[in-house]
């Protein structure tokens, strides 16, 4: 049964404050995914292991983030979502705090782990926005937060190839940590607690189970590519999360608080939002993973840039504010079409984004040109993706519902990681003593990457619904439902 808090503060007029404040600590966050990729060389020698070993340092941090996305939204429903994002950001400095003073690998794994589990604080920003905003400025409010996930990821690479030059690698964590503590304050300064309580038992069971699946799921995809996918652990590790999710899925049906409500999640507009958002995790992270090394081939390939990390970096920035200034712009369309148009209007950008690519691969301004058209579609999509969820679930759901749906973009910007990986790695030609990933090679990744925004955009097509609450759609069949759980949250 959903309560209202007596004295929980109530949302401060405008809400401005509260929007700012709370993108802001979406693109703290969001540093964290960028924070080592200047150190990846470098990380076996600074923590004395190998490649292999060095690359959980960004593996943990995904599994982590996975994991813990939709556990702290059911916690934020539960318990209250501003006491649920301060300790996600208490865990991002505390993080911080340990990689800092890390001289070897497993602090350094601790340390990434708990930035991961920070992951959760965009969803718990969404849904407080719910809670606290007026209608009017809802929209926009959730596509600026959605967009901090890009901007802060966009950001961060130039500004930790900076100062990873100019000084000692522990200053990146040093500095994470202060910025991560002062965001920290000003959010438990400014945004008021959330007034809406789903109260009950927190499902232990369940959270322990979506854990160990996504854990096993998770992991082979990530790693399938170093151990052989045809591997014993890989097939297991997949066998293992089958079984596990299997089980998981029949507890939570039966569990009379469960970590995530299936019944709510297998509604109709409410799946296929969520399939949509693999495909579009897919396609957004695939430009991730072609345009850094495409810029950093030597010249003498023939179609490689030769650019450092910081000019890498600094081509990457500009997408990130793309994102954000289309956030607006999503909340208008979305407010005069509903968040279905808007969401497929993005995937077509992204596919033309990616075909565009494929022909403007030959200088540092066509990289940046379709990096910027593509990103532009992405932040239209990340706005519509919350506005369709929260217009499909009771209040009291906020929380774990973009929660779940964050964990399904983690899965598709997983499987995009281990998928184009496998091309760019085997379509290859020879250069020097070595191979190098072929022009070939980049334009099929590309294509996938145009491939998968085009079936999200197919996905979308089917999605149910007509205008209704929340600036977006309210799908016939439940109308009457998410009527009867409007009026029972103001109760």
Same mark, same amino acid.
């Given at each position: 049964? !959903?309560?209202?808090?007596?004295?929980?503060?109530?949302?401060?007029?405008?809400? %401005?404050?509260?929007?700012?404040?709370?993108?802001?600590? +979406?693109?703290?966050?969001?540093?964290?995914?960028?924070?080592?990729?200047?150190?990846? *060389?470098?990380?076996?020698?600074?923590?004395?292991? @190998?490649?292999?070993? !060095?690359?959980?340092?960004?593996?943990?941090?995904?599994?982590?983030?996975?994991?813990?996305?939709?556990?702290?939204?059911?916690? +934020?429903?539960?318990?209250?979502?501003?006491?649920?994002?301060?300790?996600? /950001?208490?865990?991002?400095?505390?993080?911080? =705090?340990?990689?800092?003073?890390?001289?070897?690998?497993?602090?350094?794994?601790?340390?990434? !782990?708990?930035?991961?589990?920070?992951?959760?604080?965009?969803?718990?920003?969404?849904?407080?926005?719910?809670?606290?905003?007026?209608?009017?400025?809802?929209?926009?409010?959730?596509?600026?937060?959605?967009?901090?996930?890009?901007?802060? @990821?966009?950001? +961060?690479?130039?500004?930790?190839?900076?100062?990873?030059?100019?000084?000692? #690698?522990?200053?990146?964590?040093?500095? @994470?940590?202060?910025?991560?503590?002062?965001?920290?304050?000003?959010?438990?300064?400014?945004?008021?607690?959330?007034?809406?309580?789903?109260? %009950?038992?927190?499902?232990?069971?369940?959270?322990?189970?979506?854990? $160990?699946?996504?854990?096993?799921?998770?992991?082979?995809?990530?790693?399938? +590519?170093? #151990?052989?996918?045809?591997?014993?652990?890989?097939?297991?590790?997949?066998?293992?999360?089958?079984?596990?999710?299997?089980?998981?899925? #029949?507890?939570?049906?039966?569990?009379?608080?469960?970590?995530?409500?299936?019944?709510?999640?297998?509604?109709?507009?409410?799946?296929?939002?969520?399939?949509?958002?693999?495909?579009?995790?897919?396609?957004?992270?695939?430009?991730?993973?072609?345009?850094?090394?495409?810029?950093?081939? *030597?010249?003498?390939?023939?179609?490689?840039?030769?650019?450092?990390?910081?000019?890498?970096?600094?081509?990457?920035?500009?997408?990130?504010?793309?994102?954000?200034?289309?956030? *607006?712009?999503?909340?208008? /369309?979305?407010?005069? #079409?509903?968040?279905?148009?808007?969401?497929?209007?993005?995937?077509?950008?992204?596919?033309?984004?990616?075909?565009?690519?494929?022909?403007?691969?030959?200088?540092?301004?066509?990289?940046?040109?379709?990096?910027? =058209?593509?990103?532009? %579609?992405?932040?239209?999509?990340?706005?519509?993706?919350?506005?369709?969820?929260?217009?499909?679930?009771?209040?009291?759901?906020?929380?774990?519902?973009?929660?779940?749906? $964050?964990?399904?973009?983690?899965?598709?910007?997983?499987?995009?990681?281990? =998928?184009?990986?496998?091309?760019?790695?085997?379509? =290859?030609?020879?250069?020097?003593?070595?191979?190098?990933?072929?022009?070939?090679?980049?334009?099929?990744?590309?294509?996938?990457?145009?491939?998968?925004?085009?079936?999200?955009?197919?996905?979308?097509?089917?999605?149910?619904?007509?205008? %209704?609450?929340?600036?977006?759609?309210? &799908? &016939?069949?439940?109308?009457?439902?998410?009527?009867?759980?409007?009026?029972?949250?103001?109760?």
């Amino acid at each position: 049964m !959903t309560t209202a808090v007596p004295g929980a503060a109530k949302p401060a007029p405008g809400g %401005g404050m509260t929007v700012a404040v709370l993108a802001l600590a +979406g693109i703290m966050v969001a540093l964290m995914q960028t924070l080592v990729i200047p150190l990846v *060389p470098q990380l076996p020698a600074l923590l004395h292991a @190998s490649p292999s070993d !060095t690359s959980w340092a960004i593996t943990a941090t995904l599994l982590a983030g996975a994991v813990a996305t939709p556990v702290f939204g059911r916690l +934020g429903d539960m318990y209250g979502k501003r006491r649920i994002l301060l300790i996600c /950001l208490c865990l991002l400095v505390a993080g911080s =705090v340990v990689c800092a003073v890390s001289g070897s690998l497993i602090p350094m794994i601790v340390g990434r !782990t708990l930035q991961g589990a920070a992951a959760g604080v965009i969803p718990l920003g969404i849904s407080i926005m719910r809670d606290e905003l007026p209608a009017d400025r809802l929209g926009s409010a959730m596509g600026l937060m959605s967009s901090s996930l890009g901007v802060g @990821s966009a950001l +961060g690479l130039p500004g930790a190839a900076v100062l990873a030059e100019i000084a000692d #690698w522990h200053a990146l964590f040093w500095v @994470s940590a202060g910025f991560g503590a002062v965001v920290a304050v000003v959010v438990l300064i400014v945004v008021p607690e959330s007034r809406v309580r789903t109260g %009950g038992r927190f499902d232990v069971a369940g959270a322990a189970g979506l854990s $160990a699946g996504l854990v096993c799921l998770l992991l082979a995809i990530s790693k399938g +590519g170093d #151990w052989g996918w045809t591997s014993p652990t890989t097939s297991g590790l997949f066998a293992a999360a089958a079984v596990i999710l299997l089980v998981w899925g #029949w507890w939570e049906l039966r569990s009379p608080r469960p970590l995530v409500d299936l019944r709510i999640s297998a509604r109709r507009r409410v799946l296929l939002t969520n399939v949509a958002s693999v495909m579009l995790g897919f396609a957004m992270f695939a430009m991730s993973l072609v345009l850094p090394q495409l810029l950093a081939l *030597p010249t003498a390939t023939g179609y490689g840039l030769g650019q450092s990390l910081l000019v890498i970096g600094l081509c990457l920035a500009p997408g990130g504010l793309v994102m954000m200034a289309m956030s *607006p712009l999503s909340a208008r /369309l979305s407010a005069g #079409w509903g968040p279905k148009v808007s969401l497929m209007a993005g995937a077509v950008v992204i596919a033309a984004g990616y075909g565009l690519g494929t022909v403007l691969m030959g200088g540092v301004w066509q990289i940046v040109v379709f990096g910027c =058209v593509v990103s532009a %579609g992405v932040g239209i999509t990340y706005s519509a993706m919350p506005a369709l969820i929260m217009s499909s679930v009771p209040r009291s759901e906020t929380g774990a519902a973009n929660g779940l749906n $964050a964990l399904m973009r983690s899965i598709g910007t997983s499987t995009s990681s281990a =998928v184009v990986s496998v091309v760019l790695a085997d379509m =290859v030609v020879r250069f020097g003593a070595g191979t190098v990933t072929s022009f070939d090679g980049f334009r099929a990744a590309l294509l996938i990457g145009g491939g998968a925004a085009l079936v999200s955009f197919l996905i979308a097509v089917f999605i149910p619904g007509r205008r %209704g609450a929340y600036g977006g759609d309210v &799908p &016939p069949g439940e109308a009457g439902a998410a009527r009867k759980d409007e009026i029972k949250d103001r109760s």
